[in-house]
């Protein structure tokens, strides 16, 4: 490559203008999940090894612990002879033991829907893609082999770090999944309703606006001012096009949607509308507007079908499937939960902060007496 004089002078790059496009989007998801893959490829098989013989242990334990009836301290000796016959070498402690223990017995529950959910000889091969800590963190934290096979699908599909995993966890999403109503089933071919539906949660947790939202206005510019916390929020894949772009008819009406996102993975331009009231069925024609007029004038001919999103602050589901009736384009309705404010008047009452560190801080003093 021919470096230019101006290659070489110092300039700033506009990031935000570039952002706003799916191009760009797309050209950095690519890069990113490529470099990802080819850092992974040679540490997954390593990592398959390591948990097959974690799966192994873990299996052989469960049938001879049970069957010889051996005592807490079997762990123990366990461990011990294991670091002396491979000295240096992690894994062998008696935590790490009794969670290969659990782990195995984990997956082969008795009562797990009248048949195995995996073998109870070979570990499943996906979960050789996943780190052992994510799996430690997930079967301890899971209710269920389901919600686990659950968190275990959506790491690998995400490429969750584990923090990322455990902040999952935190906010229930295995719960929250589904909960959003669409129509997608109806309006989108197969497998891409199965994958569009997997974007959407209820309830979207706002909590991080800190301030009381009374309008659809203050709604939608704590969350453009707060737009990283929004997106982390939407989940991986959302890209923020823009708000309030201005749609002009030719007959001189003007109607503006809230927000418009591209999803990288989906290939999809998600339009999205704010309501700080419960749902009600006029929404639906007026978001079913919004994402046809995406559709004619923004998606190109490589996206799939543009989707539209309402986050309201309540929905009746039997409304939400009715005013679904009819409508010709692929819509999807959803909660969100604010921070919670108590009231001026019983702010007046309440101690203050100062106030209440005052007495933790007389408390301290007398036990410290």
């Known amino acids: 490559m021919i470096m230019t004089k101006s290659d070489n002078k110092p300039a700033f790059v506009k990031r935000d203008t570039i952002i706003a496009g799916k191009e760009y989007a797309q050209l950095l998801t690519t890069l990113k999940e490529r470099f990802r893959r080819s850092q992974i490829k040679a540490a997954v098989k390593v990592n398959t090894t390591m948990l097959e013989y974690y799966w192994s242990m873990g299996r052989d334990i469960s049938r001879l612990h049970e069957a010889a009836k051996w005592g807490t301290a079997f762990f123990d000796c366990l461990s011990l002879d294991l670091k002396t016959a491979f000295p240096g070498q992690t894994g062998f402690s008696v935590t790490n033991i009794k969670y290969a223990k659990r782990w195995y017995e984990f997956y082969n ?151 418009i996102f591209y999803h990288t993975r989906l290939k999809s331009y998600i339009v999205c509308e704010l309501k700080v009231v419960p749902f009600i069925p006029d929404f639906a024609g007026k978001l079913n507007f919004y994402v046809s007029a995406v559709d004619e004038l923004m998606k190109q001919s490589d ?67």
């Open 303 to 369: 996206d799939n079908p543009t989707i539209g999103l309402l986050i309201c602050k309540s929905k009746d589901d039997t409304v939400v499937e009715w005013s679904f009736r009819g409508m010709n384009q692929p819509l999807g309705v959803a909660e969100y939960q604010l921070k919670e404010f108590i009231s001026e008047k019983a702010a007046k009452i309440l101690p203050s902060e100062a106030e209440l560190q005052n007495v933790i801080d007389t408390y301290d003093d007398v036990s410290d007496d």
């Open 109 to 259: 529950q008795s009562d797990v829907i009248r048949q195995r959910v995996v073998d109870e000889f070979d570990m499943p091969a996906d979960f050789g893609i996943v780190p052992w800590g994510h799996h430690i963190d997930i079967f301890t934290r899971s209710k269920s082999v389901e919600e686990a096979l659950f968190y275990i699908e959506e790491t690998i599909r995400n490429d969750w770090s584990r923090p990322e995993l455990d902040a999952e966890i935190d906010d229930n999403l295995y719960a929250k999944r589904g909960l959003a109503l669409t129509n997608f089933d109806e309006k989108l071919p197969a497998p891409y309703s199965g994958l569009a539906k997997a974007i959407l949660k209820s309830p979207y947790d706002f909590r991080f606006i800190d301030k009381k939202i009374t309008t659809e206005k203050q709604l939608e510019d704590e969350l453009a001012t707060n737009i990283t916390r929004f997106l982390l929020e939407l989940g991986q894949g959302f890209a923020y096009v823009g708000r309030q772009m201005e749609l002009k008819m030719p007959g001189g009406q003007t109607f503006i949607p809230d927000m």
